[in-house]
């Protein structure tokens, strides 16, 4: 399997995503063959780009995670996942289709921007580290992007006066799992760098915004602690916090200072 696939890979999971998601709108207490073969199709959809994700990675000998294409693919594959494990939890159909919009910015991101996906890792990325940290990442980043998602959500209906405090609820839950595996990956990270580098953390552009970004919603939570209240203003701290986290993620492979860090992915 290699990247000339990922279009028809991609196009079937949106196909069957979508066929899920109307079967779910159409779904009653007496068509519940619909809800099934809708939960179904979902399932189906997320395997799809899982399954391009493992051939891929048995085509390239190697984890698909050294370039930023690669990282977004795995990104998609969360977002889809978290969404449906949300909609599972809360019964939220709506949200779907909004899941498929953010995991879709990554997939047409990828498919406009086509990589060199070589099969050979620097000595760096040979560490054991390396998957771990990696995977944890992306998957705190995947439901911190859904909770910022949410919370523009819940922005709208605080302006058109509707009642939002299940989405409250569920912005809590997903930043407290979002921060916590970013942790995870700050911690994998470091005890990657000491076995590469010899040092644990050298404030390189790239560690620098990853602290800027898990220290963001170390107030992020800290502030909601103390004024549970205020949801509008929580809702305006994730819907914004989002834009460090990108910086971090890819945007950091734009700025000047950090055209010479070892953190950078390839593209």
């Not at 390239?60 to 599972?88: A, D, H, K």
């Not at 047409?108 to 070589?118: D, G, I, R, T």
């Not at 911190?144 to 959500?153: E, G, H, N």
């Not at 990956?185 to 620098?208: R, S």
Request: charged letters at 10%.
């Amino acid at each position: 399997m290699n990247w000339i696939y990922f279009p028809l890979y991609a196009l079937l999971t949106n196909i069957l995503w979508v066929i899920g998601v109307i079967l779910l709108l159409m779904a009653s207490e007496k068509s519940r063959n619909s809800k099934a073969f809708g939960n179904a199709s979902l399932i189906f959809s997320i395997a799809t780009l899982g399954l391009f994700i493992v051939l891929l990675w048995i085509n390239l000998e190697r984890p698909p995670m050294r370039t930023i294409g690669e990282t977004r693919l795995w990104n998609s594959f969360f977002i889809l996942v978290v969404g449906y494990i949300i909609y599972l939890r809360w019964g939220y159909v709506w949200l779907l289709f909004i899941i498929l919009f953010l995991s879709d910015i990554f997939l047409v991101l990828n498919y406009l921007k086509p990589e060199a996906h070589e099969k050979t890792l620097m000595p760096a990325l040979r560490s054991p580290w390396f998957i771990p940290h990696v995977l944890t990442y992306m998957l705190s980043y995947s439901i911190l992007l859904v909770s910022a998602i949410v919370a523009a959500y819940g922005l709208f209906r605080i302006y058109f006066k509707e009642q939002n405090e299940k989405l409250i609820g569920l912005t809590d839950n997903l930043v407290y799992i979002g921060f916590s595996l970013l942790t995870l990956g700050l911690l994998f990270g470091a005890l990657w760098a000491k076995e590469a580098w010899g040092n644990y953390w050298t404030w390189d552009p790239k560690e620098t915004w990853a602290f800027l970004t898990w220290l963001c919603y170390l107030i992020y939570i800290h502030f909601r602690y103390f004024h549970p209240a205020n949801v509008k203003t929580q809702f305006w701290s994730l819907s914004l916090i989002i834009v460090v986290l990108i910086v971090a993620w890819f945007g950091i492979n734009y700025l000047p200072s950090a055209q010479n860090s070892v953190h950078v992915y390839a593209q």
